[in-house]
């Protein structure tokens, strides 16, 4: 699988912003996929993913205000961004897993990887 993230930009905040991801491969609607960031010096955290089965998950940090989503006929995720706060501005990555056994908010577990998106919130 080869993901491609884009949608990343400069947005002020309380703005919102859209991410995408698309897939390449047959069997997109198979994969676990999420959403990690990673500020410049942090660890990549989990953000968002959606399951296989199409169930939604979020962060603490970002519940009620980003959304998940799939559209398995563009073989392509979505992150949307609302209400962006300056702690939002970090590199987005898309991912993909295939074991639906492993825990969804682990990046370790995570196989296929996009090159990443800036978001960058002004404050």
């Known amino acids: 699988v080869q993901l491609q993230a884009s949608g990343g930009g400069l947005v002020q905040a309380g703005g919102p912003l859209r991410l995408s991801c698309a897939a390449s491969?047959?069997?997109?609607?198979?994969?676990?996929m999420g959403w990690f960031r990673q500020a410049p010096g942090k660890e990549r955290e989990f953000v968002a993913a959606?399951?296989?089965?199409?169930?939604?998950y979020s962060a603490d940090s970002v519940k009620g205000r980003f959304t998940v989503s799939s559209d398995n006929a563009k073989n392509t995720v979505y992150l949307q961004m609302n209400s962006l706060k300056p702690e939002d501005m970090a590199i987005y990555y898309c991912?993909?897993?295939?074991?639906?056994?492993?825990?969804?908010?682990?990046?370790?577990?995570?196989?296929?990887w996009g090159q990443g998106t800036q978001v960058t919130v002004s404050s």
């Open positions: 991912a993909a897993k295939w074991d639906p056994r492993t825990v969804l908010t682990d990046h370790q577990y995570y196989t296929y």
């Open positions: 491969g047959r069997t997109f609607s198979r994969y676990d």
């Open positions: 959606i399951s296989s089965g199409g169930r939604p």
